[in-house]
T-cell receptor, first 114, second 114 residues
Framework: SQQGEEDPQALSIQEGENATMNCSYKTSINNLQWYRQNSGRGLVHLILIRSNEREKHSGRLRVTLDTSKKSSSLLITASRAADTASYFC??????????????FGKGTKLSVIP | DTAVSQTPKYLVTQMGNDKSIKCEQNLGHDTMYWYKQDSKKFLKIMFSYNNKELIINETVPNRFSPKSPDKAHLNLHINSLELGDSAVYFCASSQDVSSTDTQYFGPGTRLTVL
C-alpha cells in the first residue's frame, strides 16, 4: 500500500529561491529517504534520515523528520535550473515483511525557472 | 561505466505478446528490484531478489515472472501483455536488504502495449 504522500504535487519557483517539499506517511518507519528523478531517467538517491534523527544536511539540501507527526520535509536552498525534477520520499517500515522494501510516494514535480 | 543498466530502453508491442526486459548491475550488490511506474509517476515495488532468492513478491499478476540467473542480473518476463501493462519499469539494486541501504536505479524501460 502507498506509504508516503508528497505535498505539493507541483511547485514552480524562480532560480535562487528556496523550494520546500513535504512528505507524510502512515506507519512506523526505520528511515525515510528522498530521491530525485529527472525527466526520462531513473531515480537518484539524495539523502537518508533515520527515525532517531530530526534534521540532516547535504550540500544545499536540508531534510527534517517529525516522527510524532509522521512527516518529513525537503528544503532545497538557492535553487538552480538543474534542480528541475520530480522528488520522491520513500519510507522503510520498522517491522514485518514490509521492512524489506521501500515504499514511494507520488512525488513533487519541481520546476525552477531561470 | 553504467551502474545499473536495462535493455531495451523502449518497448512497443501488441497486446497478447510475450516480452522480456533485462537488467544488470555492476556494483557487486546482493539485492535487486523491479518497480513499475505508472502514468501518474506512482512507483510501486513488484519483486525483489536477494542473492538470487525471491524475497518480495507483491500482488502482481502471475503473467509477470522475474528470473535471476546470478546476483548481477534480474530479468523480467511478461506473458500475454495487456494494455494496463503500459508503464515505465525500473530495475534497482542495493548492497543487501539492510534497512539503511539506498537503492540505485536503472534508466527505465518504457513499455507501450498497443
Amino acid at each position: 500500500s502507498q506509504q508516503g504522500e508528497e505535498d505539493p504535487q507541483a511547485l514552480s519557483i524562480q532560480e535562487g529561491e528556496n523550494a520546500t517539499m513535504n512528505c507524510s506517511y502512515k506507519t512506523s518507519i526505520n528511515n525515510l529517504q528522498w530521491y530525485r528523478q529527472n525527466s526520462g531517467r531513473g531515480l537518484v538517491h539524495l539523502i537518508l534520515i533515520r527515525s532517531n534523527e530530526r534534521e540532516k544536511h547535504s550540500g544545499r539540501l536540508r531534510v527534517t523528520l517529525d516522527t510524532s507527526k509522521k512527516s518529513s520535509s525537503l528544503l532545497i536552498t538557492a535553487s538552480r535550473a538543474a534542480d528541475t525534477a520530480s522528488y520522491f520520499c520513500a519510507t522503510r517500515p520498522t517491522l514485518g515483511a514490509g521492512s524489506y522494501q521501500l515504499t514511494f510516494g507520488k512525488g513533487t514535480k519541481l520546476s525552477v525557472i531561470p | 561505466d553504467t551502474a545499473v543498466s536495462q535493455t531495451p530502453k523502449y518497448l512497443v508491442t501488441q497486446m497478447g505478446n510475450d516480452k522480456s526486459i533485462k537488467c544488470e548491475q555492476n556494483l557487486g550488490h546482493d539485492t535487486m528490484y523491479w518497480y513499475k511506474q505508472d502514468s501518474k509517476k506512482f512507483l510501486k515495488i513488484m519483486f525483489s531478489y536477494n542473492n538470487k532468492e525471491l524475497i518480495i513478491n507483491e500482488t502482481v499478476p502471475n503473467r509477470f515472472s522475474p528470473k535471476s540467473p546470478d546476483k548481477a542480473h534480474l530479468n523480467l518476463h511478461i506473458n500475454s501483455l495487456e494494455l494496463g501493462d503500459s508503464a515505465v519499469y525500473f530495475c534497482a539494486s542495493s548492497q543487501d536488504v539492510s534497512s539503511t541501504d539506498t537503492q540505485y536505479f536503472g534508466p527505465g524501460t518504457r513499455l507501450t502495449v498497443l
